[in-house]
């Protein structure tokens, strides 16, 4: 029996696979698609403290989130990179007097913090390449970029070292309520018994309780979609940029992977949260708003690739969706059903809501709370490269693998034993030997697993072909 069961490998889900199973507890994880696949995977790529959110007024939340951004920079150092970002000032959309006293709440919010202060910036001091010439001053401040989906596979891959079962593709099709807990039903024919049971199904939240809980929603969900585009990369500084809109929504332009960036976000409400597909229109939308700020414009024509995800809000009194709060709820039933649902949230904040979560577990057990993930580095962040076998590798390959991979490199390096090399080169940098070392360490079943979530390198290498190759490697791996 389990103590805890969680249904989603999201990255709320997974966080608190790590924060449980860390503390003593035996867990359970099942995740209908990969881990991380949805929302955890298709965001912005940023934890950040939400400065719009101080419009709302949300000061607990952005005071939280920057406390995170400190904290997930320093347990997930390999795969965060600390970011400026610049935001041209509009007067006709927000005084220069509310965007500084913004700008001041931000860092007062933060409190001591390893990142740059905000401050004004003349633009005819800055070398700018991106920037039209009609836009003369703005301000920077700084947040955090982040690979979505490698820290959600990383807290999978630290709660598997604690102890925790984990499973990806694989559905929870029941949970049956028993005297002493749950009896839960998976896709894969195995059941299991749990003391608890912890609802992280994030945008299917809906679905889980239509088909999985014989209970009802306490809370009505809205559904908003947010869309990105990738491009050629715009300008040659590492800054990002933050573009205020007519609309008073905000657009980011950000360097991504080296030669492109990533245009977001979107908010489009949807009925479902099932393969969402960016619309012409949110195309439209974000190209406009980019050739609204840039010196050289851009097409339709110039997207490379596009990705959407969908996010569970909790309906609240807003009017408009861009006012609806992004603050998450732990809806509570321990008592009554030895159940948690978690309502909500967002990348930045995962570390905190789990550590929540497995507080009231503490609490109601009267268990002493024990927090640790926030010292605890992820696996691959806790120690610098050591690398002494690469098999003559190109340093172009190496760049990459320690980049993605931080202090395991060495262990995906030594993969290259079971091919007296790299093995056959699939497409790029990509060799036989990682993708090895995906499937029998990482949880990785397919091409899309290897190609947009474990590498991402399926930007530019996405024909069938390829997909193919790499299917018959993984098939042959699991014979």
């Known amino acids: 029996m389990f103590d805890i069961f969680i249904i989603g490998g999201g990255i709320n889900g997974s966080g608190i696979a790590r924060d449980a199973a860390g503390r003593g507890y035996k867990v359970g994880l099942a995740e209908q698609f990969d881990f991380g696949s949805q929302t955890s995977s298709w965001s912005t790529k940023l934890i950040h403290g939400g400065i719009r959110y101080l419009e709302n007024y949300e000061f607990s939340l952005v005071q939280e989130s920057l406390k995170e951004r400190e904290v997930i920079n320093k347990i997930a150092r390999n795969i965060s990179n600390p970011m400026e970002f610049i935001l041209p000032h509009v007067p006709s959309l927000r005084s220069s007097w509310i965007i500084q006293t913004g700008l001041f709440l931000y860092d007062f919010l933060a409190g001591k913090s ?159 949260a099932t393969k969402p597909q960016i619309t012409n229109e949110e195309k439209e939308y974000l190209i406009e708003c980019v050739n609204r700020f840039a010196k050289d414009k851009l097409s339709i024509k110039d997207i490379l690739w596009n990705y959407s995800g969908v996010r569970p809000l909790i309906v609240d009194n807003s009017k408009s969706i861009s006012r609806n709060s992004r603050d998450y709820h732990l809806d509570v039933q321990l008592k009554s059903s030895h159940l948690i649902n978690i309502f909500g949230g967002k990348l930045t904040t995962y570390r905190k809501l789990s550590e929540k979560t497995v507080d009231e577990i503490d609490k109601y057990l009267r268990n002493k709370i024990k927090h640790w993930t926030h010292l605890k580095a992820l696996p691959g962040c806790e120690n610098e490269p050591q690398i002494t076998n690469t098999f003559g590798l190109d340093q172009n390959i190496i760049t990459r693998i320690t980049r993605t991979y931080g202090d395991l490199t060495q262990k995906v390096l030594n993969c290259m034993e079971n091919y007296d090399g790299p ?53 042959k791996l699991n014979n």
Request: with cysteine; aromatic share 12%.
């Open 423 to 475: 093995g056959d080169n699939i497409c790029g940098n990509l060799y036989e030997f990682e993708i090895y070392y995906l499937v029998k360490n990482e949880f990785a079943k397919n091409s899309d697993d290897i190609l947009f979530r474990r590498s991402k390198l399926g930007i530019e290498f996405n024909k069938n072909e390829i997909r193919t190759k790499i299917d018959e490697i993984i098939k």
């Open 114 to 272: 390893k990142f740059s202060k905000s401050k004004k910036l003349n633009f005819k001091g800055e070398s700018l390449e991106f920037l039209s010439q009609k836009y003369e001053y703005g301000y920077q401040y700084s947040d955090l970029q982040i690979d979505d989906s490698r820290l959600t596979l990383l807290n999978i891959l630290d709660a598997q070292k604690n102890g925790a079962v984990v499973k990806n593709y694989t559905k929870v099709l029941s949970a049956r309520k028993t005297k002493d807990g749950w009896e839960i039903s998976l896709s894969n024919g195995q059941k299991y018994l749990t003391k608890f049971l912890i609802n992280a199904s994030g945008p299917m939240i809906s679905k889980t309780f239509e088909s999985v809980l014989p209970l009802k929603s306490l809370y009505p969900i809205r559904l908003i979609q947010g869309s990105h585009i990738i491009v050629k990369k715009l300008y040659k500084e590492n800054k990002s940029y933050i573009l205020q809109q007519p609309d008073k929504r905000i657009v980011f332009i950000i360097p991504y992977l080296d030669k492109y960036s990533l245009i977001g976000t979107t908010e489009l409400e949807v009925e479902s």
